[in-house]
């Protein structure tokens, strides 16, 4: 047994396509549900339409945390397979909805499905991957994720045009459902011995209770904590593109296959991105990155909303990606670098707690604003928050990376 991408290249292989499938049951989505939400359960209020991902970021935020704990105590690959199993349902639910609280339900398994797959496979190419190439690791991770994402999100808008809002786009969850479980089930081998194969280089047991890692993670540790904040804003604008960006779209008159066309280019963009992204953080360091992504995030935001022509919206969505694939795989490095091996699945759970309850915070205030002051007030307000985010990374995160950081005076 060896730490190290090449020396783990099969199986590190094998949990970059399960979490490609990951990615693509939430991908299902991203065209379609706003739509189905406004066309065919005539939904007024932006707060009420955007209850679905409210239900899908406090669970899967839950779930995170859960995810890193379960994988520490019973192993990664368990925990994986359950999150297939829950997943099943999901499509076969929004094929067949009869209200919209249906479409919230299939939400919520599909927020703990996210959960505990998407944490695992984080978790286990972490383990794999050693200290030393962790943004390689998170980059290839997150990049198969969201290139799923944007795939899945223009597949579903073409067969929407063409098909209809149900059954069809839905049907391709389905397809990845069965996948992933099986792939999960039968090839993905178990990989904590590799974390405490790592743990015995390190000079301390590192032994921390489930609060102390929470605390540090959360507040304590400066580059944790600045991570785990700078993590919930990303998430917080990526529920604002998932539930309001296809409405505005909508609003200016365009057709469904443009939307779809904009709601792919951006997680395309971000998907692909981290392919670059990953690796530099692994040279660079992380905390430039962060800093500059956060900001590039904030002024795509603001020119969202500020224009109304497909051109322009398309430059934005392609900036929006790129700020997002600077940042994304470079928190998740981060966290790797800082938590001991001990307990860094659960660091990592509690860091996708904080994140992925953006989602949540998202839609609250994303929803308030739209309904009072209207959608691209929302954007706006969105916008501020992810630019001083950036600024907070800036001020009270040191460099993570183990090299750099040796280095410097």
Do not use: C
Request: no cysteine; net charge positive.
């Amino acid at each position: 047994m060896r730490l190290g991408i090449r020396a783990n290249l099969a199986q590190f292989s094998l949990l970059v396509a399960v979490n490609a499938l990951v990615g693509g049951m939430l991908g299902q989505e991203r065209t379609v549900l706003p739509l189905l939400a406004d066309r065919t359960f005539h939904l007024t209020g932006y707060t009420f339409l955007l209850t679905y991902i409210l239900a899908f970021g406090l669970t899967k935020a839950a779930t995170n945390y859960f995810a890193g704990t379960w994988s520490d105590r019973y192993g990664r690959k368990p925990v994986l397979v359950t999150g297939w199993l829950i997943a099943v349902p999901v499509p076969l639910i929004l094929i067949w909805a009869p209200s919209w609280g249906w479409v919230v339900a299939a939400n919520v398994l599909l927020g703990i499905s996210q959960g505990l797959t998407w944490s695992t496979t984080v978790i286990m190419k972490i383990d794999l991957a050693g200290p030393h190439r962790r943004g390689l690791a998170m980059g290839l991770n997150e990049a198969a994720g969201y290139v799923a994402v944007a795939a899945t999100a223009l597949a579903t808008g073409y067969l929407a045009a063409h098909y209809g809002l149900r059954p069809a786009p839905f049907l391709l969850g389905l397809s990845y459902a069965a996948l992933g479980l099986g792939l999960s089930a039968i090839a993905v081998r178990e990989t904590r011995d590799h974390a405490h194969l790592e743990a015995a280089t390190h000079h301390t047991s590192g032994e921390m209770t489930d609060r102390q890692v929470f605390t540090q993670t959360s507040l304590r540790e400066p580059a944790l904590s600045s991570a785990s904040q700078a993590g919930m804003v990303n998430n917080l604008n990526d529920g604002l593109a998932w539930g309001l960006f296809p409405i505005l779209f909508a609003t200016a008159g365009l057709s469904v296959a443009r939307i779809g066309i904009l709601a792919a280019l951006y997680p395309a963009v971000w998907g692909l991105g981290q392919l670059v992204t990953g690796p530099l953080s692994d040279r660079w360091g992380r905390k430039h990155l962060i800093t500059t992504g956060m900001l590039i995030q904030a002024l795509a935001l603001a020119t969202i909303a500020a224009v109304d022509r497909f051109s322009l919206w398309a430059a934005a969505a392609v900036l929006l990606g790129v700020g997002t694939a600077m940042v994304y795989p470079t928190l998740l490095a981060s966290i790797g670098d800082v938590a001991h091996p001990a307990w860094r699945a659960r660091a990592v759970g509690v860091y996708r707690l904080w994140r992925d309850g953006g989602f949540a915070v998202g839609a609250i205030l994303a929803g308030v604003v739209a309904d009072i002051w209207g959608l691209r007030t929302a954007v706006w307000v969105v916008a501020v928050i992810t630019a001083l985010s950036g600024l907070v990374v800036a001020i009270r995160m040191y460099e993570t990376h183990p090299r750099l950081r040796r280095s410097a005076p």
